[in-house]
């Protein structure tokens, strides 16, 4: 009962890119960090911002732009207020203004629409870049995430477990 | 004299042979399967004597040797009929076959049945006169095939949509496991049913259904009984596109098997990607607690190779042997056997065995709690069982609650009582 191979891990896989690329944000957030304050509350907390921005930008990067919901990540992590970028946000505006008519559009459509239209747009919240898609496309997206985000859970607890005393 | 026929034929007329046989048993499978065939042994047994006057005038017309061409028709006509077309039609004689494979549309055959018999063993002197015979053949075939072909078209017209929706009716069941497994592929072909069709074009059909993406358009037929509507045929398409994309999320998401309906579905769904965000927030906090003491590099994916991922194991009865897989890594105090069991009676899947027995040794205890309380309520057969564990859970874990983490935790925990 005990007994389990260990699966070789294809070095092109989702799951060993997402690490890869995890761990070396890792290693570069822990490297900044001083010794001194990591146990004050708001220094781990602020590293855990850090931490879950350095782990969804390893998931969207590992996804690459194949997806609307990676492209719609990585703009959105780019264009965070930290960042200081005011040259992006007349873009934020007309988007989320161009989203709102789609979305508008898309669940009027067809009989379907009108079923699914309270949960969808409940999904479309959660799926990032969700907002400007019709429903298959947007179960598409939901697939795809939810294999992700398992993934990326995976990994991370893997990570955990393995640093933690 | 019956088995001396396939050797007298050579190798090449043999395959031509035994795809006529082929072809007539399919087609005695659509015979079997409608019922039309009764009238139509009516009309077989009123041109029977034209049938064979005619065959047995022509062959004594045509050739010298017609001896032997009288027997390799006659053995033609014997070998075709296989025992299903002989099971339904005993008293018609194997003459008919022949007959009814030139009456059901494939008038060529008839000729072939000729042609083939002819050429393959007279020698050409006899195959000169065998053409002549064929020329009659041909007319005599079309004058006495022609009434009942018609007769015959009329009656399969009725009763084409029953065969073709049973054929189709497989077709769609194969074609739905096809598209099942075709899951992440581009927009597949809907063939449905046909409304009218030939036996020939079945064999077609057939190869449609294997036929995979067209990205320009897509093919779709109206059903029998339905709309033809463009609109709603479109509609169609994309409900049916819609159905089968949420069987695949039924699958990704677990414990989705028994709720029907897509509403529900999509709460489901809903409630899960929320749940995989929040751990993923939690993992990352655990992270920012723990202190480094070795690098961050790839030697740790070659730790992690070695351990098998936890998350993936739902069902209730996996649970035991998930206990066994994480003792080896997980420092266990005694609190987490009480978790063990616990997680072994809820049956939860997402993970929340190991990461719940993580949380022994983290801070950020409470944030499962919710996320207990939230599978409680979504995932599970038996609610009472359940919601008993939970309590000496919440006991343990707020003798490990930090006050640092209290508006981050709490900040979470009103989240998910919304």
């Known amino acids: 009962m005990n007994k389990y191979n260990p699966p070789r891990m294809n070095p092109s896989s989702l799951r060993s890119r997402f690490a890869t690329r995890f761990l070396r944000s890792l290693s570069k957030i822990n490297a900044k960090k001083p010794t001194a304050s990591s146990s004050s509350p708001t220094e781990i907390f602020r590293r855990y911002r850090r931490i879950k921005v350095a782990a969804d930008k390893s998931m969207a990067y590992s996804v690459r732009s194949r997806r609307t919901w990676s492209r719609a990540m990585l703009w959105k992590l780019r264009t965070r207020p930290c960042c200081r970028r005011s040259v992006k946000t007349s873009t934020i505006v007309r988007k989320t203004r161009h989203e709102k008519q789609n979305k508008n559009t898309t669940t009027t459509t067809g009989e379907d629409g009108v079923v699914f239209g309270v949960e969808a747009d409940e999904l479309r919240e959660l799926v990032p870049g969700g907002e400007a898609m019709d429903l298959y496309n947007l179960l598409d997206e939901t697939a795809h995430y939810i294999k992700c985000l398992t993934t990326q859970v995976q990994v991370m607890k893997k990570i955990a477990d393995f640093y933690s005393p | ?300 994916l070659y730790a992690k190779e070695e351990f098998p991922s936890c998350t993936t194991n739902f069902p209730t009865v996996g649970m035991a042997p998930e206990m066994a897989n994480h003792s080896p890594y997980l420092q266990f105090n005694p609190i987490q056997q009480v978790v063990s069991g616990c997680g072994v009676e809820m049956g939860m899947g997402m993970g929340m065995n190991s990461s719940d027995m993580a949380l022994r040794r983290t801070i950020s205890a409470p944030v499962s709690i919710p996320d207990a309380s939230f599978l409680n309520t979504t995932c599970f057969t038996g609610p009472q069982q359940q919601i008993q564990p939970s309590a000496p859970w919440e006991v343990e874990l707020q003798n490990l609650y930090n006050v640092a983490f209290t508006d981050t935790i709490e900040e979470s925990d009103l989240k998910m009582e919304m």
């Open chain 2, 1 to 300: 004299m019956n088995r001396a026929l396939p050797e007298m034929l050579p190798c090449s007329d043999m395959t031509v042979l035994q795809r006529q046989r082929a072809r007539l048993k399919w087609q005695a499978e659509q015979f079997q399967q409608q019922s039309y065939f009764c009238e139509l042994s009516g009309v077989f047994t009123s041109q029977n004597v034209h049938v064979q006057g005619f065959q047995q005038g022509g062959l004594v017309s045509g050739c010298g040797g017609g001896d032997s061409v009288l027997s390799n028709m006659e053995m033609t006509r014997q070998l075709k009929p296989d025992p299903g077309l002989e099971a339904a039609w005993p008293e018609l004689g194997k003459v008919d076959m022949g007959f009814g494979s030139c009456g059901y549309g494939n008038g060529p055959s008839f000729d072939m049945n000729h042609a083939i018999s002819r050429t393959s063993s007279c020698p050409p002197a006899v195959a000169a006169a065998a053409v002549e015979v064929k020329g009659n053949a041909e007319k005599m075939g079309s004058a006495v095939g022609r009434e009942s072909f018609k007769k015959r078209k009329v009656e399969k017209l009725q009763n084409s949509k029953v065969v073709a929706e049973d054929e189709s009716k497989r077709i769609k069941a194969s074609e739905e496991e096809e598209e099942e497994s075709k899951i992440t592929g581009p927009n597949t072909n809907k063939i449905t049913n046909h409304k009218k069709e030939n036996s020939g074009d079945t064999s077609k059909d057939n190869s449609k259904v294997s036929e995979v993406q067209k990205p320009d358009y897509i093919h779709v037929r109206a059903r029998r009984g339905q709309a033809t509507d463009s609109h709603s045929l479109a509609e169609r398409v994309r409900r049916e596109k819609i159905s089968e994309r949420m069987k695949y999320l039924q699958d990704l998401v677990p414990g989705c098997n028994k709720i029907t309906g897509k509403a529900g579905m999509l709460d489901e769904i809903i409630n899960y990607v929320q749940s995989l965000q929040r751990q993923v927030e939690f993992l990352s906090m655990k992270l920012a607690t723990v202190n480094p003491r070795l690098d961050f590099n790839i030697d740790n």
